[in-house]
């Protein structure tokens, strides 16, 4: 076994164990240990760029993980002969498990025991995606089977992964696309998206092309984007142009569409696949697995009456078992009149629910109270989530109440996970929104649960978990709540936690931000909730360069703060101002901005932070333009600031540490810059700060050109301007194509130093920033002297 399969092979273990996947720092160790066990961490520190005292730490963190997944001790020194063990036990039981299963005459596409009749489809699927089709739209009616199909085809093919997408079962709660592959890009590609949706786009067909292994792309009903002509909606459109992406024949990928309806976009090559119902020798199957005693003639005529739809065929199925005890006979006696009249999959569904608000009342509440779960971004409810719906029956009851809807197949459930079927989903919240005390009441259990669910956001899918409270209280229109949700401080930050809205921008999910905070913003009443989203929603903007964006809702949160005496907030907008007034080189309105947030600090230690932070913007500001005994006055303050301040944090801290590099490298002390620049950079990776190590390693650039060795310079500008490019971060990319075009003009490459420039000077007119513009065209008339 390679080391990368090896590799792959313990991520599985520990992601089956834990829902985690193993982070860049364990997957780094485990690679360079399997090549060659006796290496040292200080060897793999060095060829990685780490420190050995860190490498050490995670070592040990990871020998402990690996010991609880494994089931016994593991070391550095004997966990390679223990995974290739464990891996070979497992082979083996994997053959005997299916030599049994031949016995008795049972293929291994068989153990689920609701997948029957589908062996042809697979394979005429197989043969278009042969054929060279990319995307394939499976479209039938609901309840026939497109999904569990199209699942059924990815794992019979050995996709290595799968993007999914679960469009919304209602149109207000659709997914703007943009948020899709933003996060698409970050969670499957650990790529930047681009602040423009076009260069995401772009990024997303890049990384399908270069994969060497297949990946499989699936959306699931996409019916509840398209018009009744067939066309996405028209605020919808997005969706077009990431469909012709994964239509793009170059792809190494195959997108699996399932709807109700038709899509008819001209504009994009989809292979339509319709997809009828089983037939009675696959309902006849599945009914013998499930012990019914199966007579042809009623079997015939059930399958016939809802057109062997494979939904109908579990409801069926669970109602005989359930409520006739296996009886097909005593069944078809009672319902046949009612069956053969109402043939519709919805119908079957409605009487269901009507059979169980007569015959199990608190059974039939939990199945309308689960419709208000969304089962998008977050496809499916844990048992806490299901639980936290039955407040109002007896704690020793509530299991058999879910075990009563698994017997009737109104809910899907598999490895502690509970999901609804979108046309029971329809039926459950059509019901629930009758009664508008329920509705909100369940609404808010569900919010309570997705908010005590996550106590610090570590990933995506942390942010994403506790985004879903926001959209509970959104329907019922309880947007402080929804607000709430949005600026809740998790983990240890402060001495509250770190905002949901600044996970997000630091995840580099900033469509996410856009897309959450807007929805809400105009209809916020409370003063202080106003001025924290407007303050979240410009340090987005300013984060993808758009500064007077960022300005507008910096004024905003003025104009509401006037009514209010909130020095922090105060505080917190003075200093984001100055840092758009500083990204648009007006040096003077930043200065004065950096002045009051020191003045208002000075008086109220509990602010110590934005301290630091302006004393190290100001100490970079009298580096360029002021005296240079107080900029470093300013830094050595900022510094000690820093060091004692429990309110730092890692964000700030990381942006603090580069201006400071900037700082001692301007004052010419560019062995103070050079430690500062490596403390950056390190601290940006331990947190995965994209954004300030791009502008970390610009500033080694800087110091490298500074000592006269230009090559790496070159090197680490290049590297600099390409992570910046991915993120769209065009204000730190502008001022690294202006730091590349002064290392050019020292290297007296003129001409290549001019293409920087107007690099520059187009990505700062963008930024409508004129200064910026008049700073590089100034330098670009001393090149030319």
């Not at 060829?47 to 609880?68: F, N, P």
Request: proline residues 1%; hydrophobic residues 40%; charged residues 25%.
């Amino acid at each position: 076994m390679g080391a990368e399969e090896a590799l792959e092979f313990v991520d599985n273990l520990v992601f089956l164990k834990t829902g985690e996947h193993l982070d860049k720092a364990q997957r780094i160790i485990l690679r360079h240990l399997w090549e060659d066990e006796k290496r040292t961490y200080q060897d793999i520190a060095s060829r990685r760029g780490y420190t050995e005292a860190h490498l050490k730490s995670v070592g040990a963190e990871l020998w402990h993980l690996l010991s609880k997944v494994l089931g016994v001790k593991v070391s550095k020194s004997t966990f390679q002969g223990i995974v290739q063990g464990f891996r070979a036990s497992q082979q083996s039981q994997k053959i005997f498990h299916i030599a049994n299963l031949a016995t008795n005459g049972t293929s291994p596409q068989d153990l689920d025991s609701n997948f029957v009749g589908r062996d042809r489809q697979i394979a005429e699927l197989h043969t278009l995606v042969s054929r060279g089709a990319k995307v394939i739209l499976i479209q039938g009616e609901g309840g026939v089977g497109k999904t569990t199909l199209a699942r059924k085809y990815f794992k019979s093919q050995k996709f290595s992964f799968v993007l999914e997408l679960w469009m919304a079962t209602e149109i207000q709660n659709l997914t703007p696309v943009e948020s899709v592959v933003e996060e698409w890009l970050r969670r499957y590609f650990n790529e930047e998206p681009g602040g423009d949706f076009g260069i995401s786009l772009e990024r997303l067909r890049r990384k399908l092309r270069e994969q060497a292994s297949k990946i499989g792309v699936f959306i699931d009903n996409l019916e509840t984007a398209l018009d009744k002509n067939g066309k996405f909606l028209e605020y919808r459109r997005p969706y077009v142009e990431l469909l012709r992406v994964l239509a793009d024949s170059d792809v190494h990928s195959v997108t699996l569409v399932t709807s109700r309806e038709r899509l008819r976009e001209s504009s994009v090559e989809v292979h339509l696949y319709p997809l009828e119902g089983l037939d009675d020798e696959a309902w006849r199957q599945f009914f013998s697995r499930h012990h019914i005693n199966c007579d042809s003639t009623i079997l015939s005529e059930m399958c016939r009456a809802y057109g062997g739809n494979a939904k109908a065929m579990q409801i069926l199925r669970g109602a005989i078992l359930t409520d006739f005890s296996g009886d097909i006979h005593a069944y078809w006696q009672e319902n046949c009149t009612y069956l053969l009249i109402e043939r519709e999959l919805k119908d079957l569904v409605a009487s269901q629910f009507t059979r169980l608000q007569t015959n199990d009342l608190e059974a039939y509440c939990l199945l309308c109270r689960l419709g208000c779960y969304r089962y998008q971004d977050i496809t499916s409810v844990p048992i806490e989530g299901v639980l936290s719906l039955l407040w109002d029956v007896p704690e020793q009851q509530r299991r058999r109440v879910i075990k009563a809807l698994q017997d009737l197949s109104l809910i899907e459930a598999k490895k502690g996970q509970y999901w609804l079927h979108p046309v029971i989903r329809d039926e459950a919240i059509s019901r629930l929104r009758l009664v508008s005390e329920e509705w909100e009441l369940v609404n808010r259990k569900a919010a309570e649960f997705w908010t005590r669910r996550v106590a610090d956001i570590k990933n995506i899918t942390d942010a994403l978990t506790a985004l879903e409270a926001y959209y509970h209280y959104v329907e019922i229109n309880d947007f402080e709540q929804a607000g709430d949700v949005i600026l809740q401080g998790r983990g240890k930050q402060w001495s509250i936690g770190l905002p949901l809205g600044c996970s997000f921008y630091q995840l580099g999910l900033l469509q996410k931000n856009f897309s959450v905070i807007k929805r809400i913003i105009d209809d916020i009443k409370s003063q202080e909730r106003l001025i924290r989203l407007y303050n979240i929603l410009g340090y987005t903007y300013r984060i993808i360069g758009c500064i007077r964006e960022a300005i507008e809702c910096y004024e905003k949160s003025e104009e509401v703060l006037d009514k209010l005496d909130v020095k922090q907030t105060k505080i917190s907008i003075l200093f984001n101002t100055g840092l758009c007034k500083l990204e648009l080189w007006e040096i003077k309105a930043a200065e004065d901005c950096f002045n009051s947030v020191c003045s208002l600090a000075e008086a109220n230690s509990n602010i110590d932070d934005y301290m630091a932070y302006a004393q190290c913007c100001l100490a970079l500001v009298k580096s360029r333009f002021g005296s240079r005994k107080d900029a470093f006055s300013l830094a050595e303050d900022a510094f000690y600031t820093m060091s004692l301040s429990s309110r730092v944090t890692l964000w700030g801290m990381g942006h603090s540490l580069v201006t400071l590099c900037l700082t001692y490298k301007n004052l010419g002390n560019l062995k103070k810059a050079f430690k500062f620049c490596q403390q950056a950079i390190f601290h940006a990776e331990e947190n995965n700060f994209t954004q300030i190590k791009a502008k970390a390693i610009s500033c080694l650039a800087e110091i490298f050109r500074e000592q006269r060795e230009f090559t790496i310079a070159i090197f680490h500008h290049s590297k600099a301007i390409e992570i910046l490019d991915k993120i769209g971060a065009k204000s730190d990319l502008a001022e690294a194509y202006y730091q590349l075009a002064l290392t050019n003009k020292k290297m007296g490459k003129i001409e290549q130093s001019r293409q920087s420039s107007v690099q520059a000077i187009a990505l700062f007119n963008e930024m409508q920033a004129p200064r910026q513009v008049e700073k590089v065209q100034t330098a670009m008339k001393y090149f030319e002297k």
